[in-house]
């Protein structure tokens, strides 16, 4: 048997757990005993409007069940939004231990048609609403405390490998395991881990809801979500990807490549096969890795 997890008296915020994937990992985090804040704009898929009513259903939902919810109607994508997200839970509980950073929309339109006011909204909620004007201030408190926290960061096979049409949504999420990457190092001596997770799932964003236990609905990837929420968590500065019941780590990779302190533009087209080769790499954690990986390899 393996003990269940549980949050008994810490506190965590879900952003966009107004419905689908956020909902599903707000819910499930309330029955294992968090204390929630269940932030929640309620707009549109396309970011835009609110409605006060999402977010305060899922808080009822939480207290109907026994639990403890404040709502935040503040929007992720500005500066003031993020720092009130973050203090609703120091001002209730005192205290902050973990961030799913879910809130997301989609304007989808191709790189060629591409608007860019659209896209610059579409940035601002994904990557500088998700990954600094709530996760910076969220980080800063972990830090303070001394005990120190988890985030989980949102990306997506979309930005991981690309998806017509979703060039900004894309590019927002890929910027986000970039961001990711070097809160794993700045955070680590403090006990703050980050993770990126890209999840698969029914939902109204992807304009296919369903209800959270279909074989496609958010809740076959909460159980993810708050793994990658809890003290017990192994890993650190990882992705992750889930969706119908199946979990998986997304590397990134370097190949042994060619050797050639003469090369030059001809003789790599001509090597190409060697520089490419996929059957023997290395899977970096740093960029000081690299350096590391290059000694080894150039002698």
């Known amino acids: 048997m393996v003990d269940k997890l549980r949050f008994d008296d810490e506190v965590v915020i879900v952003t966009g757990a107004g419905s689908g994937l956020g909902r599903a990992y707000a819910l499930e985090l309330a029955a294992r005993g968090a204390k929630l804040v269940v932030n929640d704009l309620g707009g549109s898929t396309d970011g835009k409007g609110s409605d006060a009513s999402a977010a305060s259903r899922v808080v009822a939902e939480i207290e109907a069940g026994g639990g403890e919810a404040v709502a935040s109607f503040d929007s992720v994508a500005t500066p003031a939004g993020g720092k009130a997200i973050v203090d609703a839970a120091i001002d209730k509980w005192g205290r902050l231990d973990a961030l799913i950073s879910n809130a997301g929309i989609l304007r989808d339109r191709s790189y060629a048609k591409l608007d860019l006011d659209e896209a610059r909204s579409v940035v601002d909620v994904h990557f500088w609403g998700g990954g600094f004007y709530v996760a910076q201030p969220a980080f800063a ?30 590019a927002a999420k890929m910027g986000l395991v970039g961001l990711m990457r070097t809160l794993r190092i700045e ?8 993770n990126a997770l890209a999840p698969i799932a029914g939902t109204r964003l992807t304009g296919a809801p369903v ?4 074989p496609k609905g958010p809740g076959k990837v909460a159980p993810i979500a708050v793994a990658l929420a809890h003290a017990q968590c192994p890993t650190n500065g990882e992705i992750y990807m889930a969706g119908a019941g199946w979990y998986s780590r997304v590397m990134i990779g370097v190949t042994e490549g060619w050797v050639s302190p003469d090369a030059t533009a001809e003789t790599i087209l001509a090597n190409w096969d060697k520089v490419s080769d996929a059957s023997t790499y290395s899977e970096p954690r740093s960029a000081g890795d690299i350096s590391t990986i290059m000694r080894s390899i150039t002698g």
């Open 187 to 194: 955070g680590e001596k403090a006990g703050i881990k980050v």
């Open 141 to 170: 408190a972990m830090k303070e405390s001394g005990r120190g926290g988890r985030i989980l960061l949102t990306t997506s096979a979309s930005g991981l490998l690309g998806n017509f049409g979703q060039a900004s949504y894309g």
């Open 211 to 214: 209800d959270d236990d279909a």
